[in-house]
């Protein structure tokens, strides 16, 4: 077994491609982008069997002042998930060989990271990754996050059909309004209506910096793809989807603008049509553990999934999540002009 | 929604029979054995949406030395799992009202549970039940643990093929050796062959201080339900295991084999399930990375079950001195 630092980007898209787990943030350039603008160090760790490349692993490390940690994916990246990559040999392999190379995946990872002796350590795995058992077996505590899928596959009237009654009546009388959905690049303004619709709940946007999404919207044309849905000349709703392999992320936004009218919904219907009519098979909800939400959610009939959290704190590093949470991401909000609103 | 103990076992029973989820071991007399033989009390508990049973939940309560505790599986039991049980309507719901349902019966029994006021509770849902948020939201946390299965719906020789070379080996060899299998309900020497596999193996074990009486009760409760099949090696017993079969899928509940027989033994198994119609053939335990080479070698796939969990201080405690001193003492 051996791990292994990759410096060649090819090599590494490649397997990401090709591989059923890859997802976006995957990809080289999503990385390189991530590292730039979080302030942490991209460790692209590839974890070899002999010649065999099992498994890519983006790692991210920082250093603040005594607190060394690593994560998958990086704070204020706003990456939903990352983690490991199994390769497509390992994903078209029995489950018993699976098992054996997420296990040298596991071990491998543990004890290369060991060497950066950090306080902290958080991976937040993808939904496909179900099988925990080598990072407990590790040390590793877990944690399980769920999300949403719709099947985009069915014909638009059986998805609608499946929508809460009230939904499709909103949908209906939405649909009479002048709304027009617009395809736009403006991550300044993005971010200032989505941050301000934290701040109302005492929160920050836990984004790096605008130019951090504006760079993705560049690099990834294809990709990552941002819109405003306006009424009149006011925008009602903003939405950021990532689309990759079939799958389309509604990733960030949404919020509600307080121009009321049901902004949001229209928003994600006419998103679900749009990913739809492009070949996707699968649209992806986030955030269903979220208690305040999940009544918004869940009216879209979608299908709950559970992904895993797997993590090692040190009590530097346990006082450091604590600060994080608790004072920072409190304390950096207040003063934020508030607006009304409602969900987001 | 009210929330009530359920007296009646044809109720009960009448329930699990109507739903598609829910195991032999949620059975009203498997309940009931279970209660006979442990110092825990069942309580029954049915969630009701007006007039609708909408969920059956099993918990065992005990008293001890100051201690409330609260469980569903109790310690000890020998059941590999537990839990709660969704009607017969809620897999045909949208996933709104699905949740709504859900968030019912946590509230519900939740509530049932503070009434108890226990130091330590905690309840486990069956393979494949994923949404244990509402109970993540009523402050319990959630631990995941797995189990094997294998499709038993796929060609025999599709699942031959699938398993490790090794373990094909060791079949075959055992396949040459004349061994025989056959039905059995001699529960002391099952008993005696568990302890002593345990033994030779350096780990303590409930079969050195339980009563065979406990499984002899569910061998004739449920009698086309859960068998016993020995392995015999001419004359003498070479390997045990009591099994479940119940609504398609076969469980490989409890025992073990000497040597090599193990593989052999499930093999055999496997086969004769197939051949009944059985659907599903599951391996419980797939936690311990001491047993994952054996079990790992038949190819199977992982199924997922949550253990949700809340402690006090005193339940801490509780569960601590459990895990390291009274299991090390057994």
């Known amino acids: 077994m051996a791990i292994s630092i990759i410096d060649d980007p090819a090599l590494w898209d490649r397997t990401v491609d090709e591989s059923p787990w890859g997802l976006l943030f995957h990809r080289w350039d999503f990385l390189k982008i991530a590292e730039r603008h979080t302030g942490c160090r991209l460790l692209p760790y590839g974890i070899y069997k002999g010649n065999q490349l099992l498994s890519l692993f983006p790692v991210f490390y920082r250093k603040d002042f005594v607190l060394r940690s690593v994560f998958s994916p990086p704070p204020q990246a706003c990456i939903p998930y990352l983690g490991p990559t199994m390769s497509a040999l390992t994903a078209a392999s029995k489950p018993g060989t699976q098992e054996s190379h997420l296990q040298t995946v596991a071990d491998e990872i543990t004890a290369e990271i060991g060497k950066l002796r950090p306080g902290y350590v958080y991976f937040q795995l993808p939904p496909l990754y179900n099988d925990i058992r080598p990072f407990k077996w590790n040390g590793y505590d877990e944690v399980s996050h769920f999300t949403y899928f719709i099947d985009i596959s069915r014909p638009p009237e059986e998805i609608l059909k499946g929508f809460d009654k009230n939904l499709r009546w909103t949908l209906k009388k939405a649909g009479e309004l002048p709304l027009?959905?617009?395809?736009?690049?403006?991550?300044?303004?993005?971010?200032?209506?989505?941050?301000?619709?934290?701040?109302?709940?005492?929160?920050?946007?836990?984004?790096?910096?605008?130019?951090?999404?504006?760079?993705?919207?560049e690099t990834f044309p294809d990709h990552v793809k941002m819109f405003f849905l306006y009424h009149g000349g006011e925008i009602a709703s903003v939405i950021t989807v990532c689309q990759y392999k079939g799958r389309m992320i509604y990733w960030m936004g949404n919020a509600k603008t307080g121009s009321g009218i049901a902004g949001n919904d229209f928003m994600l219907w006419s998103i679900i049509r749009m990913a739809k009519e492009e070949g996707c098979r699968e649209f992806e909800i986030q955030g269903a553990?979220?208690?305040?939400?999940?009544?918004?959610?869940?009216?879209?009939?979608?299908?709950?999934?559970?992904?895993?959290?797997?993590?090692?704190?040190?009590?530097?590093?346990?006082?450091?999540?604590?600060?994080?949470?608790?004072?920072?991401?409190?304390?950096?909000?207040?003063?934020?002009?508030?607006?009304?609103?409602g969900n987001t | 929604?009210?929330?009530?103990?359920?007296?009646?076992?044809?109720?009960?029973?009448?329930?699990?029979?109507?739903?598609?989820?829910?195991?032999?071991?949620?059975?009203?007399?498997?309940?009931?054995?279970?209660?006979?033989?442990?110092?825990?009390?069942?309580?029954?508990?049915?969630?009701?949406?007006?007039?609708?049973?909408?969920?059956?939940?099993?918990?065992?309560?005990?008293?001890?030395?100051?201690?409330?505790?609260?469980?569903?599986?109790?310690?000890?039991?020998?059941?590999?799992?537990?839990?709660?049980?969704?009607?017969?309507?809620?897999?045909?719901?949208?996933?709104?009202?699905?949740e709504a349902y859900l968030s019912e019966v946590a509230a519900g029994i939740t509530a049932e549970i503070r009434r108890l006021s226990p130091n330590f509770v905690t309840l486990q849902t069956e393979p494949c039940f994923e949404d244990i948020r509402p109970f993540l939201w009523q402050d319990y946390r959630a631990d995941l643990s797995y189990d094997y299965y294998i499709d038993l719906g796929k060609p025999l020789e599709e699942i031959w093929a699938g398993f490790d070379s090794t373990?094909?080996?060791?079949?075959?060899?055992?396949?040459?050796?004349?061994?025989?299998?056959?039905?059995?309900?001699?529960?002391?020497?099952?008993?005696?062959?568990?302890?002593?596999?345990?033994?030779?193996?350096?780990?303590?074990?409930?079969?050195?201080?339980?009563?065979?009486?406990?499984?002899?009760?569910?061998?004739?409760?449920?009698?086309e339900h859960i068998k016993m099949y020995f392995l015999y090696e001419g004359e003498k017993v070479a390997g045990a295991h009591v099994v479940c079969e119940y609504r398609g899928k076969f469980t490989l509940w409890l025992g073990s084999a000497s040597g090599h027989y193990n593989e052999y033994m499930l093999w055999e198994l496997i086969k004769m399930e197939k051949a009944a119609g059985l659907k599903i053939f599951e391996i419980p335990g797939a936690d311990a990375r001491p047993v994952l080479p054996f079990k790992s070698k038949f190819n199977p796939g992982l199924e997922l079950k949550f253990n949700v969990c809340r402690k006090d201080a005193l339940g801490t405690v509780a569960e601590w001195t459990f895990a390291n001193i009274v299991k090390a003492w057994i």
């Open chain 1, 180 to 217: 027009e959905l617009r395809r736009v690049s403006d991550a300044e303004r993005f971010c200032d209506i989505v941050g301000k619709r934290y701040a109302e709940q005492g929160l920050t946007f836990p984004i790096a910096s605008p130019r951090y999404l504006q760079d993705l919207l």
């Open chain 2, 167 to 223: 373990c094909k080996k060791q079949i075959k060899h055992a396949g040459s050796l004349g061994l025989r299998m056959g039905l059995s309900d001699d529960v002391n020497e099952f008993y005696r062959i568990m302890g002593d596999n345990f033994k030779a193996k350096g780990r303590r074990s409930l079969y050195r201080v339980g009563d065979p009486a406990y499984l002899k009760e569910f061998l004739d409760a449920y009698p």
């Open chain 1, 289 to 341: 553990g979220d208690r305040r939400l999940w009544h918004f959610k869940s009216k879209y009939n979608p299908r709950l999934a559970t992904c895993y959290a797997v993590s090692k704190k040190g009590r530097l590093g346990r006082a450091a999540e604590w600060a994080y949470f608790n004072v920072r991401r409190r304390t950096r909000a207040r003063g934020a002009p508030a607006t009304t609103g």
């Open chain 2, 1 to 98: 929604m009210t929330v009530r103990l359920i007296e009646d076992g044809a109720v009960w029973d009448r329930f699990l029979d109507e739903t598609p989820y829910g195991s032999i071991f949620h059975r009203w007399r498997m309940l009931k054995i279970v209660e006979k033989y442990s110092d825990y009390k069942l309580l029954p508990y049915g969630v009701y949406r007006g007039a609708e049973l909408i969920c059956v939940f099993p918990l065992f309560f005990r008293a001890y030395r100051g201690m409330k505790l609260v469980f569903s599986r109790p310690p000890q039991s020998l059941l590999p799992y537990l839990g709660f049980v969704m009607g017969p309507t809620y897999p045909g719901l949208k996933q709104k009202r699905k």
